[in-house]
């Protein structure tokens, strides 16, 4: 009897042994299985179809953003320049004025100034004709963190024709930081390696020229590729590792004379203008248009942006958005100023726009309502009605 007993629990522990074994077995075959969907990419970034050229039967209205001259051809032309020197050209359509006209009434309706704001609307919904339309579209105005955008296209250039030698992997951190959460030291540090400055104190001479000189290729960078105008050689602040609440030395004497200083300005022309260049894979590179719609990418689930004080979504264009659409986004604030450039495509392609708003007023930046509101009605109107037609 006792050596019975001693064979039953022998085997026992076998059988213990064996269903451990395939308890095992099933946990390391399941992680083997899920590991595609846990390294999985997300969902890549909508592209726009290129537009085909048409032969309408009346003529079509100037493009958007017009150049004085063939900008390709100068001899002058800096080496450090845009790649796309030619804007594009969508027709001007009656029926998005009238998206416009009604966005611009919902701001003014919540007492808000019509004059301080701008607006852009870029209908890509049908290869065959882009449209437009606008409100102050060409007035240049302070774009606070959307000139992130510019910097951001400017980077990727600068690494591709090798004016930055370090591996591009060395700035990923400072890259997501600027664009995802709009961080200013990120900022300040990717401008200066762009154009080869730091910040610090005043500077005299040919050595404050050739600073300056330095600095404001970053215009030039844009400028030469018809961005008319276009300004964006200030840093944004505060600047928390350089320990600036607000310019100082060198960057002061950017300003110039402090009772008309000199500020960032771009139009909301130009911010859609280079969203739909990013969109359409002709920025700096395909593969550098397809990094920088990555870092646009926003999601718009309340449960990945409500908890985050940092987010870019609550007051802005893509709070009263449905959340199963491609959203790509940068934002600007400031206490004085409101500004957005978004790109929207639902998953049904319905609607495919760009809508940038600027709006450089006290007003605007205490109001956390006029931008959902606009953001919604445009989506609304154009979702409603479909891919667009020939106007």
């Known amino acids: ?6 064979v039953r629990t022998k085997f026992s522990r076998l059988k213990y042994r064996n269903i451990l ?13 899920t590991i ?4 999985r990419r997300p969902p890549e970034p909508p592209v726009i179809l290129p537009q085909q050229v048409i032969s309408p039967q009346e003529p079509l209205s100037p493009p958007t953003i ?4 063939n900008l390709a051809d100068r001899q002058s032309e800096p080496t450090f320049s845009y790649n796309i020197k030619t804007p594009p050209n969508p027709v001007y359509s009656q029926e998005l004025q009238g998206i416009v006209d009604e966005a611009v009434k919902i701001a003014t309706s919540k007492g808000l100034p019509a004059e301080r704001l701008s607006i852009s609307l870029f209908d890509v919904s049908n290869s065959q004709s882009h449209t437009f339309a606008g409100y102050q579209n060409q007035t240049l105005r302070f774009p606070a963190s959307v000139a992130k955008l510019f910097w951001m296209a400017a980077f990727y250039a600068a ?4 004016l930055i030698t370090q591996r591009e992997s060395a700035f990923k951190n400072d890259l997501e930081q600027m664009i995802r959460i709009s961080n200013n030291d990120a900022a300040s540090r990717l401008l200066d390696k762009i154009t080869d400055t730091k910040s610090g104190g005043r500077l005299a001479g040919e050595e404050l020229q050739t600073w300056l000189k330095k600095r404001t290729q970053i215009n030039t960078f844009f400028q030469s590729a018809g961005y008319n105008d276009l300004r964006i050689s200030t840093k944004n602040y505060p600047i928390y590792y350089l320990r600036q609440e607000g310019p100082i030395g060198r960057d002061l004497q950017l300003r110039g004379d402090a009772s008309q200083p000199i500020r960032n300005q771009v139009t909301t022309d130009q911010a859609a203008r280079l969203i739909y260049e990013i969109y359409t894979r002709q920025a700096v590179s395909s593969v550098a248009s397809r990094k920088m719609a990555y870092l646009l990418t926003r999601d718009l689930d309340p449960k990945a942006w409500k ?47 760009i809508l940038v708003v600027f709006a450089d007023d006290p007003a605007y930046a205490k109001d956390e309502t006029a931008f959902p509101a606009i953001s919604r009605y445009v989506f609304d109107r154009l979702n409603a009605r479909g891919p667009s037609t020939l106007p």
Do not use: H
């Open 36 to 39: 595609p969907f846990r390294i």
């Open 66 to 69: 017009q150049t004085s001259e």
């Open 21 to 33: 074994c395939l308890i095992a077995g099933a946990i390391a075959i399941g992680w083997i299985i």
């Open 159 to 162: 690494i591709e024709k090798g």
């Open 307 to 353: 908890k985050d004080p940092l987010n870019s979504i609550q007051g802005f264009l893509g709070e009263s958005l449905p959340p199963n659409i491609y959203f790509g986004s940068k934002v600007g604030y400031t206490s004085k100023s409101r500004s957005e450039a978004a790109f929207v495509r639902t998953l049904d392609d319905r609607a495919i726009y």
């Open 1 to 6: 009897m006792p050596s019975r007993r001693r």
